[in-house]
């Protein structure tokens, strides 16, 4: 049983780890060749995915109005969405699953999919993204104040690039230093000195933690992943 | 009052803030965007890069355009691809069109339509289809078909989005690989630049710029010269409304475009969001002194 | 209540106060700024005239040549075969409206021949490497010798198929058939009835027009294979029994050619890339062409591609890895031997028993938010991790842990370990499937679902660890609205500060990746931080030691970019 739940996996693991290692430094056509493989085994795997995650969306949904849990009538509205896109893909104009439309007439009627993603799924998604700008707002209040050195000059850092970031700066410039870019020349300076010198800090740190982490999983050391220590 | 009071009520007042602002951040975008200000800036000089870079190839010359956002992304992106492509048409060069999201098929298609609209009313560039431009859709494989296209643009590609072959197809006459491009931008609303510098760029050496959201920005910094790995970007409506300035200019006309016209309601909240931090830091210090002469 | 108005009014007042200011300041700098911008507009720099342009252009002098022997084709190094790299010296003097032009053969002798030869400009830049320039070659890229068209598609050729095992015996008969009852009988020939015929099929369909070729043309396999397309249009239209198998049996012969020809196209690319080439080297300007080589005679290289086994560009990466490998495997051996190995404290995995026991008193559930990333990220691998340890913890609370993924096979992987996690905790009966669910792909259709559950359910404690990006302070926001305890970690640089301003507790960058050690306290695990820790350090003194190195050189003006180079990463 261990054989199978645990050896097996983790000498597959080391394999493929092993082999995507030495495919970054082999560029002979034979290593493009595993990799388009490997690359097909992955869109393989990911079809089945596909179907687990459908099960398991389905599944919950149906459990929900099944119990009448709080908030079953969305997943409803789930259904509902879901099979009406399914059938007018499927519908296809007339054309049935699996063809191209023939005509232009077709082309038309195969519209409702289109006008289902131009007039329902693109708003949608806009709008919640642009709730974003409301949400960063009351953050930025709630969290920009001066409590000791360090928060003050991350606070005047951020007014600096906020303004920057703008074209209203350059006439606060104007009128404050008698030229036009220095905010924008500050804000520069920002991003590209002190924000640049973290970032390469942090991404240092977290390729290495990477690393470390792969080199983990890789040798088995480290095995949650797989439901066990 | 016990504990759990104390925390529901201070649920309760923060709840009534985030409101506040809520409404604050509405009206600060919407008044600017009625009243329609004038408040063309000057370009940033990351923008001016990507500039040069596209206004120095030559007509026939292929840029490959990642169009890495789904509709939510599109506020701040779609301006942008929409303003390479008018500035590509003008040009000459023959955008080659690629997505790694599904949900940007659409999107793409209605962006090079209104893009190739506007080319005819300006400049009077009459553009076809796998002629003067390819929109070559949707693969999955992310990294994978980076890589795929580097080997084999067209074998990864096999048909366009219309399903024209691409083997022998005009658009795409020299163009075997990525190797062959003379510039490619990617339009990311997440990493995929980072994906694009990787497998792209990196290993196939070409020339790459790009646009993304304000909020990603931050993170291509560490790409640009001196490191090199991109040659300029455009952060956020601000780059799309630099690059229509900068487009305007070159044809002597008044800055127009959509980036531009959402510069003011950008503004608007910018100076709002600084307004109120600034009060809310003065408040607190004031409360500091105030708590300490009481004492 | 009333304190909590009077505040909720003052705060409007002057928010108010601060939007209003807001809005006259645009307004006023628009104003300000209208008038300016018209001229700003109108003063552009003046189009270059043709003055320059009619200058008379000065010969090619022999300064402006590079020399001779310094004209080199090589195989590209660290290649799949696919490139031929040509390099020369910067000569004495160049001026910039100087071309260098690269020309290629098969044969030395083909150079006669204009028509035989192709060539590629090169345009006077930087050198790339000090006074080196070198360029390029694809010999079978489109620009010089690309593979030839496919033959055209008649009986001869399915028959050669034939023979090649492509087709069956039965499927070249029926292929002939076909090919035989198409209008004109013979598609490798021209015939206008067949050409109309093809019209007729494809009025409908604008796109199809242009592959319809020129009259009096012959029928390429690849215009046949367009045709043919536009003909199972054709059959569509009838909706025949025999019109529908058809169109099947030759969607299969399509797909056969396509593959059969894409996978001999990459052996015939590399048979060409690694055969032997000939290279002339001119430099150009205006009409003017003088080529590099010895008492009037063009001097002319060659070189073949070749395939290699190692890219020596990324010599120094592969080092530093394996060295680091080393470090990270020495110090898991020495946590064996030494088991109380010292971490310093992570407060976001300390509070991780506080947050589940605050859910367990309030009788609240846990949410477990893995963000975006596939099963293949690594800060998605790392946050799975986390779960095992949070869902054992949970378990043994007896609190609920509910996990929302938006990726079916995280899901997958998901359910199995909070399974495993319970079993450990001995609460199998506690487990139920679908509080680990998928519940949406979409990024934004993931927000409006996890936004809306955590409004719903009022969690006590939420964790949002993996891999995030604009979803980031949507679900952290809407997560702080409800008064659960936050803890959040991912490797997205940018999506820091958002969880850092809204979660009580933020997992920066590896910290997420040491979780997983730092929670099951194993020597292993724990050596292996300490490995990441010194590799770290080396990665310091390294970068300083050679900055210090490098600016001293720069001042006393010595050359030392070969220690430039052991840093610099290279693809290649």
């Avoid at chain 1, 942090?202 to 066990?228: K, P």
């Avoid at chain 2, 609303?189 to 931050?218: C, E, H, N």
Wanted: charged letters at 20%; proline letters at 5%.
């Amino acid at each position: 049983m261990i054989f199978k739940k645990a050896t097996i996996p983790l000498i597959i693991v080391f394999v493929m780890g092993v082999l995507g290692f030495a495919t970054q430094y082999v560029p002979h056509p034979a290593s493009a060749t595993v990799t388009e493989e490997i690359t097909s085994w992955f869109k393989v795997i990911g079809g089945f995915g596909l179907f687990i995650g459908a099960y398991s969306l389905i599944h919950m949904h149906l459990t929900r109005i099944k119990r009448r849990m709080e908030g079953w009538g969305y997943s409803m509205f789930t259904f509902i969405g879901a099979a009406f896109m399914i059938f007018v893909g499927l519908y296809n104009g007339g054309d049935g699953p699996l063809r191209e439309a023939s005509s232009q007439e077709q082309v038309t009627q195969k519209m409702m999919f289109d006008w289902g993603y131009q007039y329902v799924f693109v708003p949608c998604t806009a709008t919640i993204f642009s709730i974003l700008a409301f949400f960063m707002a009351s953050a930025a209040f709630r969290t920009f104040r001066a409590r000791n050195l360090a928060a003050g000059l991350l606070l005047v850092a951020a007014l600096i690039v906020m303004l920057g970031r703008v074209p209203v700066s350059e006439w606060f410039s104007l009128q404050v230093f008698g030229d036009k870019g220095v905010f924008d020349t500050a804000t520069d300076f920002i991003m590209e000195g002190p924000n640049l010198a973290a970032k390469r800090g942090i991404t240092l740190g977290i390729s290495l933690g990477a690393i470390s982490q792969a080199l983990r999983i890789l040798f088995g050391i480290e095995r949650s992943y797989m439901g066990g220590d | 009052m016990n504990a759990s009071q104390t925390q529901s009520k201070k649920l309760r007042q923060a709840g009534i803030v985030r409101r506040v602002i809520f409404v604050l951040v509405a009206v600060a975008v919407i008044v600017p965007y009625i009243l329609k200000p004038n408040l063309p800036g000057e370009p940033n000089h990351w923008a001016e890069e990507v500039y040069k870079r596209v206004d120095t190839l030559k007509p026939g010359s292929h840029m490959m355009l990642a169009f890495n956002f789904e509709p939510s992304s599109g506020a701040e992106l779609y301006p942008m691809v929409r303003v390479v492509l008018m500035h590509c048409f003008k040009k000459g060069v023959v955008p080659v069109l690629m997505t790694h999201y599904t949900n940007a098929l659409n999107l793409m298609k209605q962006v090079v339509a209104e893009s190739a609209t506007q080319a005819k009313k300006k400049w009077g560039k009459d553009v076809q289809p796998g002629k003067d431009y390819v929109i070559l859709g949707y693969r999955p494989g992310d990294e994978m078909l980076i890589v795929n296209m580097g080997e084999n643009l067209k074998g990864a590609f096999d048909k366009d989005l219309d399903n024209r072959l691409t083997q022998n197809m005009p658009a795409l006459k020299g163009v075997n690989s990525l190797r062959d491009l003379d510039l490619a931008m990617d339009f990311a609303s997440s990493g995929t630049t980072q994906m694009w510098i990787a497998y792209g760029s990196d290993k196939f050496g070409f020339p790459l710029v790009a646009g993304t959201t304000a909020v990603q920005a931050p993170d291509l910094y560490i790409y640009l010269p001196p490191s090199g790995q991109l040659k300029g970007f455009l952060g956020g409506l601000r780059g799309a409304a630099d690059y229509e300035t900068l487009l305007c200019r070159s044809d002597n006309v008044a800055v127009e475009g959509p980036a531009n016209k959402g510069m003011p309601s950008q503004s608007a909240v910018h100076v709002m969001l600084v307004l109120l931090i600034l009060g809310a830091n003065v408040r607190m210090i004031y409360g500091k002194f105030a708590g300490k002469r009481k004492v | 209540m009333k304190a909590c108005n009077r505040s909720a009014v003052r705060v409007s007042a002057w928010c108010l106060g601060a939007l209003v200011a807001a809005t006259f300041a645009t307004a006023a700098m628009a104003q300000a700024e209208a008038p300016a911008t018209a001229p700003a507009a109108t003063t552009q720099p003046a189009q270059p005239t043709s003055a320059a342009a009619t200058q008379l252009s000065r010969p090619i002098s022999p300064e402006e040549l590079p020399p001779a022997d310094s004209f080199k084709a090589m195989a590209k190094t660290g290649d799949d075969g696919s490139a031929i790299v040509i390099e020369w010296a910067r000569p004495a003097k160049e001026s910039p409206d100087t071309t260098y032009v690269v020309q290629i053969a098969k044969h030395p002798e083909d150079f006669a021949n204009k028509d035989a030869f192709k060539h590629k400009d090169v345009l006077v830049l930087p050198a790339k490497l000090g006074d080196l320039y070198q360029t390029e070659i694809s010999p079978s890229s489109d620009q010089f010798f690309p593979l030839p068209e496919p033959p055209d598609l008649t009986p001869d050729r399915l028959k050669q198929l034939l023979a090649e095992k492509v087709l069956t015996a039965q499927e070249c008969d029926r292929a002939v058939k076909i090919l035989q009852a198409i209008p004109g009988g013979k598609v490798a020939k021209p015939d206008m009835a067949w050409i109309e015929k093809l019209q007729e099929c494809v009025n409908n369909r604008d796109w199809l027009k242009t592959f319809v070729p020129p009259a009096g043309d012959l029928l390429t396999q690849e215009q046949l294979t367009r045709a043919l397309a536009a003909l199972m249009s054709q059959f569509r239209e009838e909706k025949t029994d025999q019109a529908k198998s058809e169109q099947g049996w030759l969607d299969l012969l399509m797909a056969f050619l396509k593959r059969k020809d894409l996978d001999l196209d990459k052996d015939k690319k590399l048979a060409i890339n690694t055969s032997t080439w000939y290279f002339r080297l001119a430099v150009q300007k205006d009409d003017q062409k003088v080529y590099v080589g010895q008492n009037g005679q063009p001097q002319v290289v060659s070189a073949a591609g070749k395939p290699h086994w190692f890219k020596w560009g990324q010599l120094n990466n592969l080092v530093f890895a394996l060295v680091f490998c080393v470090i990270v495997g020495v110090f898991i051996q020495v946590a064996k031997r030494r088991p109380n190995l010292f971490i310093r404290k992570i407060g976001g995995l300390e509070a991780v028993d506080e947050a589940i026991g605050r859910s367990t008193e309030m009788d609240k559930p846990v949410f477990f938010v893995h963000g975006l990333g596939g099963v293949g990220g690594l800060a998605t691998m790392a946050a799975i991790n986390i779960l095992g340890r949070v869902a054992t913890r949970a378990a043994e609370h007896d609190s609920r842990v509910k996990v929302m993924n938006s990726d079916p096979i995280v899901t997958a992987v998901s359910q199995e370990v909070v399974q495993q996690s319970y079993m450990q905790a001995g609460r199998p009966d506690a487990f139920n499937a679908d509080d680990v669910s998928m519940v949406a792909s979409d990024q934004f259709s993931y927000v409006a679902a996890v936004s809306g559950r955590m409004v719903r359910e009022q969690p006590g404690a939420i964790f949002l660890l993996g891999s995030f990006a604009a979803e980031s302070l949507l679900l952290a926001e809407t997560g702080a609205s409800t008064g659960a305890i936050q803890v959040a970690g991912t490797d997205a640089y940018t999506q820091l500060p958002f969880f850092i301003t809204t979660c009580d507790y933020t997992l920066i960058g590896e910290e997420l990746y040491a979780a997983s050690a730092y929670l099951s306290r194993e020597p292993k695990l724990l050596g292996s931080l300490r490995g990441q820790d010194v590799g770290k350090a080396f990665l310091m003194i390294v970068i300083v030691v050679v900055s210090i190195l490098l600016t001293i050189a720069a001042a006393i003006g010595a050359n030392w970019d070969w220690l430039r180079k052991i840093f610099v990463a290279n693809m290649d």
